[in-house]
Each structure stands twice: as structure tokens, then as C-alpha cells.
Antibody, heavy 122, light 110 residues
């Protein structure tokens, strides 16, 4: 079964760090771009970060630049999101999603995980 | 304020046809394909339409997409109760070097 499963969410104080993981199964992530998308409580979807299949093309949403880092470990079939200097505004469900291809604009997000909740609160 | 603009809500009755619009600009919809996602309550999003008008395997042909200039539309014909969901459009934005989503349209009344 082709799927991705997120983990690593939790409650964290403002200014602290958290690392999310996205473990893929049923397919090899190597040829695929991978994304993180978040959804604040009661709000819409917001794209957060993307890493292309090659691991070199990496893009971030403006508000997380310099604080979040997306990486991939093809040997572990896993994608990560390192989140530093967390803010209350980062509180959301974080979804991992696979791009249909290597990661370019033609590639819709075709496989989504169930998400992991991140709550930033003192 | 989302870069892509969608109506916050839409309504219809079973069997009807409804259209959801998505308006953007030259740097996003005007230059790149639009993708549509369906999110049922409490669930993860699901790809509904890729590259403006392509239905992934398993998506009923009641769902169709189109694009013209800097706007796109999702049409749902023969509405069914299970279509009650939030619908999002998305596209790559060349100016932002990032992906942008519409604010979402909640389909109700079914």
C-alpha cells in the first residue's frame, strides 16, 4: 500500500525546536519531490516546504525561511522537517505529501499522510 | 489573504451541477498548471484534478477542471451527498518561488 506517515508532532514552547518525520512505504521516494503542507485549526491549507527528487532544489514558504529545514534520506525512505524558533503561528496539523514527479510545477501532490499536530504554546 | 482567490462557500442539491472558481495572476495560474484537492471533514486532502483538467485514476468523471488565462474552475456535476467537502486550488508561483493555495471553498447543502 502506497502511503506516507508523519510523526514527531507535539506540544512545544515558543522558541523551541521540533523535528517532523515522514516515512514512506509502498514506494521508493528517490524519484519523487516531497512536500510539507500545514493547516492551522479551522483554517485552509498552507504549503510550507518542498524538496525535489535531487535533494538540491529546495523551496520554503516565506514565513518559515531561515527557521525550517526540509531534508530527505532516501536510504531510510524518509523526509524530515526541522522546525526551529517555533512561534504560536506555526500551530497546525502538518501534512507530508508526495509530488507526482520530481517536484516541478506540473507535479500535483498525489499522496498525502494523515498529518501530525504541532502546538506551540507556553 | 490567499494569493489564489476562491469563494468561501458554494451550495447545491443532489443531482445539480456546481462550479467553483479560482482566480490568480500571471505568475501563478497564468504561467503554471492548476491542481485541485478535496478535503473531507477530518480527513487529509486528496488530489482531485491535476494539471488543470486531468483526473487521477479513481476520481469520478463527475469532476472536471478547466483553466483560462489567470483563472481556473472546478465543476462537479450530478452532486452527491459525499461531495460535501472543502475544495482547494493550488499552483506554483514563479514570483514567490513557492506553491500557493486558494483559501478553500466549502461545498454544502447536500
Amino acid at each position: 500500500q502506497v502511503q506516507v506517515v508523519e510523526s514527531g508532532g507535539g506540544v512545544v514552547q515558543p522558541g523551541r525546536s521540533l523535528r517532523l518525520s515522514c516515512a514512506a512505504s509502498g514506494f521508493n521516494i528517490s524519484p519523487y519531490g516531497m512536500h510539507w503542507v500545514r493547516q492551522a485549526p479551522g483554517k485552509g491549507l498552507e504549503w510550507v516546504a518542498e524538496i525535489w527528487y535531487d535533494g538540491y532544489n529546495i523551496y520554503y514558504e516565506e514565513s518559515v525561511k531561515g527557521r525550517f529545514t526540509i531534508t530527505r534520506d532516501n536510504s531510510k525512505n524518509t523526509v524530515y522537517l526541522q522546525m526551529n524558533s517555533l512561534r504560536a503561528a506555526d500551530t497546525a496539523v502538518y501534512f507530508c505529501a508526495r509530488a507526482r514527479g520530481g517536484g516541478d510545477p506540473n507535479d500535483a501532490f498525489d499522496i498525502w499522510g494523515q498529518g501530525t499536530m504541532v502546538t506551540v504554546s507556553s | 489573504q490567499s494569493v489564489l482567490t476562491q469563494p468561501p462557500s458554494a451550495s447545491g442539491t443532489p443531482g445539480q451541477r456546481v462550479t467553483i472558481s479560482c482566480s490568480g495572476g500571471y505568475s501563478n495560474i497564468g504561467s503554471n498548471p492548476v491542481h485541485w484537492y478535496q478535503q473531507l471533514p477530518g480527513m487529509a486532502p486528496k488530489l482531485l484534478i491535476a494539471r488543470n483538467d486531468q483526473r487521477p485514476s479513481g476520481v469520478p468523471d463527475r469532476f472536471s477542471g478547466s483553466k483560462s488565462g489567470t483563472s481556473a474552475s472546478l465543476a462537479i456535476s450530478g452532486l452527491q451527498s459525499e461531495d460535501e467537502a472543502e475544495y482547494y486550488c493550488a499552483a506554483w508561483d514563479d514570483s514567490l518561488s513557492g506553491w500557493v493555495f486558494g483559501g478553500g471553498t466549502k461545498l454544502t447543502g447536500l
